[in-house]
């Protein structure tokens, strides 16, 4: 049987959170990060410029930034993952889009953002400078102008390689459903 790509992504958002959500439920609360470190979110319409900076670059011109590092394995081009994030034009520092607990396919969203979750442990936060060439390019999108180089800080919370997907789903599937109500 074989099963849309929609379908399974709207499955790995839904068993990621899953996942996450008693995790996260389970361990007590933690102390505030400080301000040189993640953004909190719900955010400031606009972030200041130490914030819009990364101190490294890769071979095809992202800007990264550990934030709080992490050591683990790394998601893949073809896994699903759970994510905080948030994204603002690396000119102004206008926030453009942000979110809690997003779940996506790590191949399925512009290069950079792609290229730098695979950079990311399990736990991890960091910033990523994407240029232009590596987002949007010359396209407007949304509140987003052609050739805009984008900032983007990011919590990776958890991931599942498509196969963990699928299994789970699969599992799902084969327990039998509760007896109907009298």
């Given at each position: 049987?074989?099963?849309?790509?929609?379908?399974?992504?709207?499955?790995?958002?839904?068993?990621?959170?899953?996942?996450?959500?008693?995790?996260?439920?389970?361990?007590?609360?933690?102390?505030?990060?400080?301000?040189?470190?993640?953004?909190?979110?719900?955010?400031?319409?606009?972030?200041?410029?130490?914030?819009?900076?990364?101190?490294?670059?890769?071979?095809?011109?992202?800007?990264?930034?550990?934030?709080?590092?992490?050591?683990?394995?790394?998601?893949?081009?073809?896994?699903?993952?759970?994510?905080?994030?948030?994204?603002?034009l690396?000119?102004?520092?206008?926030?453009?889009?942000?979110?809690?607990?997003?779940a996506?396919?790590?191949?399925?969203?512009?290069?950079?953002?792609?290229?730098?979750?695979?950079?990311?442990?399990?736990?991890?936060?960091?910033?990523?400078?994407?240029?232009?060439?590596?987002?949007?390019?010359?396209?407007?999108?949304?509140?987003?102008?052609?050739?805009?180089?984008?900032?983007?800080?990011?919590?990776?919370l958890?991931?599942?390689?498509?196969?963990?997907?699928?299994?789970?789903?699969?599992?799902?599937?084969?327990?039998?459903?509760?007896?109907?109500?009298?």
């Amino acid at each position: 049987m074989t099963i849309s790509a929609q379908a399974l992504c709207r499955t790995a958002a839904l068993l990621l959170t899953a996942v996450a959500t008693p995790v996260l439920a389970a361990t007590p609360p933690k102390p505030p990060v400080p301000s040189t470190q993640a953004i909190p979110l719900p955010l400031n319409p606009i972030v200041g410029a130490g914030q819009r900076l990364c101190s490294a670059r890769t071979a095809t011109g992202l800007g990264t930034m550990a934030l709080k590092p992490a050591e683990g394995p790394k998601p893949a081009k073809a896994d699903f993952a759970l994510v905080n994030y948030i994204g603002y034009l690396a000119t102004t520092g206008a926030v453009f889009d942000q979110g809690m607990q997003a779940a996506f396919p790590v191949g399925d969203v512009i290069p950079g953002f792609s290229e730098g979750l695979q950079l990311m442990a399990k736990g991890s936060a960091w910033r990523f400078c994407v240029p232009a060439a590596l987002g949007y390019g010359a396209q407007e999108s949304g509140p987003i102008p052609a050739n805009s180089d984008l900032v983007f800080q990011v919590e990776l919370l958890e991931f599942k390689t498509a196969a963990e997907v699928e299994a789970i789903r699969a599992a799902q599937g084969a327990q039998p459903s509760a007896p109907p109500s009298p």
